[in-house]
Structure formats: structure tokens, C-alpha cells
């Protein structure tokens, strides 16, 4: 009720600002006395075109793809994406995409393309010998699993736009990868 009163008859000089994720659970007597405004996660594209001009203001050097993988991996959090850029500029004299992924816990692509072309052609030994790999670098199998579900996605993505029909066994790899 103290809230409803303030909002009702504010002082002049007070701006309230209200930050929450969950707004449905707002009563309506809130909602009515306020203005809203939605947040929405910032495009990869527009956060990797951000990291060039910081690094090229910064003095660091950075490789396109880094930039993108940085972008990519902030779920559209600028700040996460600045902080990791500088995680990654410390002690370099350039940064890659191969010390994101290293930063990142994330497996070499290559990798993962084995692990998925064994799988597809029905190869579980090689397979196997690839997630082995993966594995002895100490990689944790979720951060593996969340790779496998991204390189599969594209792969499908592709697969579609070129008219192709996707395997079964990577519609069915994906589903068993996307946690419940």
C-alpha cells in the first residue's frame, strides 16, 4: 500500500525504476501506475561490431572470429562480452578463436565435426575415439554436449537451405543432448 501511495503521488524530484524478471507476478495496481519497458538480449552482431571498436580503442588485437565467439558466448550481455574480451587480451599479443575456446572450457570445432560426422556415418568407434579426445582435454560434458547441440543446429540449418533432407541421427542426437 506504501508502494501504491508513493506511486500515486510521487515527489517531484523521484524516479523510481523497478528492475524485475519476473513482471507477471506485478499486481495490476502496480502495473497500471507505470511505464514499461522490455530489455531484450543485444544481437551477437551488434555486440562483435562493438568489441572491434573497444579493442581497436584498447590497442588489442583480435581475429574476427574471436570477436564473434565472444559475442556469441555473452548470450547478448555486453558487459559479459567486455569482461571476456579483456580475460582474453591479458598476457596476448593477439586474441583468437582458439584462446576463447581455451578461456571458454569449449572444445576444438574440429573436434567436434569428427564426433558428428562419426555419429551420422554410423561410426561409434570413432566417435567414441573423438569424445575420448575431448575428454583427456579435461572438458567438462555439458559444455561438450551445449557445442555438439550449437554444430548440429548449423549443420541442419544448412542442410535445410540446400533443400536436403537433415539425418535422423543427428535429429535424434540432438534430442538426446537437449537437457530436459
Given amino acids: 500500500n506504501a508502494l501504491l501511495k508513493t506511486l500515486e503521488e510521487p515527489p517531484a524530484h523521484a524516479l523510481f525504476i523497478m528492475a524485475t524478471t519476473e513482471s507477471h507476478k506485478l499486481p495490476e495496481t502496480i502495473i497500471s501506475r507505470t511505464q514499461r519497458f522490455s530489455f531484450k538480449p543485444i544481437s551477437a552482431t551488434n555486440i562483435s561490431k562493438h568489441l572491434a571498436v573497444i579493442a581497436k580503442k584498447e590497442g ?5 572470429d574471436a570477436l564473434e565467439l565472444i559475442a556469441e558466448s555473452s548470450a ?10 579483456d580475460q582474453a587480451a591479458v598476457g596476448q599479443t593477439e586474441i583468437t578463436s582458439e584462446r576463447i575456446h581455451q578461456l571458454l572450457g569449449q572444445a576444438d570445432p574440429s573436434l567436434l565435426i569428427k564426433v558428428i560426422d562419426a555419429i551420422e556415418a554410423r561410426q561409434p568407434h570413432q566417435a567414441l575415439e573423438a569424445l575420448d579426445v575431448l575428454w583427456d ?4 560434458p555439458s559444455q561438450v554436449a551445449k557445442q555438439l547441440i550449437l554444430a548440429w543446429r548449423e549443420r541442419l540449418r544448412v542442410s535445410l537451405e540446400q533443400g536436403n533432407t537433415p539425418s535422423s541421427a543427428a535429429l535424434r542426437a540432438i534430442e538426446l543432448l537437449l537437457p530436459v
Fill in 137 to 140: 582435454e579435461g572438458l567438462q
Fill in 60 to 64: 588489442i588485437a583480435a581475429t574476427d
Fill in 76 to 85: 547478448g550481455g555486453f558487459r559479459d562480452a567486455i569482461s571476456l574480451l
